[in-house]
Every structure is written in C-alpha cells, then in structure tokens.
C-alpha cells in the first residue's frame, strides 16, 4: 500500500496490469486498500484465496510431477507495532505478534499458511492447514512424508498421518523415561576423547500415557570435543527405514526454516499492519502468493549459472531494476542494463517461462 501510489503511474506496471492502465493508470490506494480490507475480508474470498496457493502448485505438478511429497509444518512468528487486532504478547517469542502457521513441499512451495493470534500454541489449527493439502493430494501421489518439530508432537497428529498412511518423522521432547531408554549412551566414554564428533543411534518402542498405542522413537547421541555433557534428540516416526536415515531425513526439515526467512526477508510476509485481523489474514495470503511465484521462477525459469539464487537476489537483480521505457504505436521497449543480468542470460529466462505456457487449443471442427 505504500508504494501504490507510486506504482500506479509506473510504467512497466502498467504494462503488467493491460487493459486501461496502459493508457491512463492503474487502481488508486484507496482502491486497492478496499479490495483488500472490504472484498478480500469476506470468509468467502478469504478461504478462496487460501486455496489459490495450492491450485498454483497444482499446475506446476502437472508440468514436474513428483513421484511423492514431502510436506513440512512450521510456525514462525510475525512481530506487530501497533493496536492490530488480536495482536498478542507471546512469552516465547518476547514481542507482540501473530504467530502464523506455514506448510511446505520440499521444492520450497508454500502449500498453506494460516494467521492466527500471537499466544497460540504452536500446533494450534495445524488440521486447518494440513488436511486441505493432504485431500488434494489424494490418488495424485505415491506416498506423502510429514516432517515437523516437537511443537507438533501430539496424539492427534500421529493418529491423522497413521489413517491417511503418511510416513512422518517428528522430534520429541525428552523427558525421564525417554532419557533412561538411553542411559548407556549417556555415560561419558572413557579415555582421551576423539578431535571429532562421536554420533550413536538407537531405536526403540515407547508408549507415552496419552498415546493409544505405542510407536517406534529413534534416538541420536552426540558427543562434540570439550563438551562435558552430549547432545541428545528423540524423533517419533512410523518409517521403517535405519535409525541413522531417519534422523538425516528428519534433518532436511531445515530448509523448511530456511523458506521462512526468505519469506520474512524478501518477500516482507510480516508487515501485517491492517488494523482488523481479517484484512491481516488477506494480507498474509497476498504475500504466499508473492512467494510462490518467485519460487516458481527460480525452479523452472532460471538457468543453470543463477539456479541457486536466494529470492532476495533474483528480486533485487532481476525485478526491482530500473530500465528506459520507449513507447511506439505498434509496441513497447524496456532498455535495461546489463549490470546483474546479461543479454543472453535475460533471454534465456524469457525463453523458459514462454516453455511454460499451455500450449494453444487447436480446433476439430
């Protein structure tokens, strides 16, 4: 909303949004800050909006599609400077904020995202998030993973992935009994301790009081150089697979936390300044869109020597430059420099989104 003003008589955006702006201009602030806080608020248009995300991925699957999907669940938190509605303090985080929920695929898609209040708990509304996403990948998919942190380590979520036959990894929080499980790997090894780390896995059932069954817990033991005491983690999981590949696929949830940070730092999903919670959440929505798309173009639209470019890079070497726009009667010319992007390497990344379009419907009359 802040640069709408300026945007609207931008001229590449204009030429973006067709139609009338390209003569005139696009839609005012006050336009756009209606669409967003009246129309977009609606519970209608918000849940549409909400699924918009995954109908994108959708279409994308059906130009890659995965022989299976990974999903991972995270919270992260979105400080608030104002009187935003339930905008609320979190002991957690020190700071007043919203606390948003985030599913991802391991291509870095956000499959869903939820906005919620700032003193939920972690796994607060996770079935809200996680069952949409599960119903549409339902007979497109050979097998889905789950994979999240000890927030989400509850009945309830080990009790939907085992009925929709999900494989998950989940960290566990420690507790006595887990700890005496592993007593032997606890003791300090004795003699002159190795330069490198020691790493010891073990697995084994356990059932906690408010579990109806019992389920298979791996456990990883690690003693690092000039440490006194070791680094201990539980993982709950239904997957058959060793001990060790558990634990280094549980480990990949990392880049989960790393997509976040993209979305806090280039994309800006925490500037959450409308005063209503809805219009917050509509805002929320608009940037995981924003997201996406980038992830899109740097999935299937770069080429080999910028692939592994973070979003904030392709953003402020490849979107946000400036460029001399020459208009003629019959087209328009953008004259940019080659400063971050070269010629050929701009051409090939028009070349691989034009690949990306459907191709046209030919008639059989």
Known sequence: MNDADRLRHDPAMRWVVGVKATSGAAASPSQIGRFETQWLASDKNLLALADLSGQWIDRVHARRPPRGIVLDMDSSVSPTHGEQENSVWNGHYSCTCYHPLFVFNQFGDLERCSLRPGNVHSADGWDGVLKPVVERYEGKVARIYFRSDAGFAKPEVYEFLEAERIKYAIRLPANRILQERIGHLLTRPIGRPPNEVRRSYVNFTYQAGSWTKSRRVVAKVEWHPGELYPHVGFIVTNMSRPAERVVAFYNKRGTCEQWIKEGKGAIKWTRLSCRTFAANAVRLQLHALAYNLGNFLRTLATPEPIKDW????????????????????????????????????????LRMIAELRSPPVTSTA
């Open 310 to 349: 973070s979003l904030t890079s392709l953003k402020e070497k490849l979107i946000k430059i400036g460029a001399k726009v020459v208009s003629h009667g019959r087209y328009v010319a953008f004259q940019m420099a080659e400063v971050a992007i070269p010629r050929n390497l701009f051409a090939d990344i």
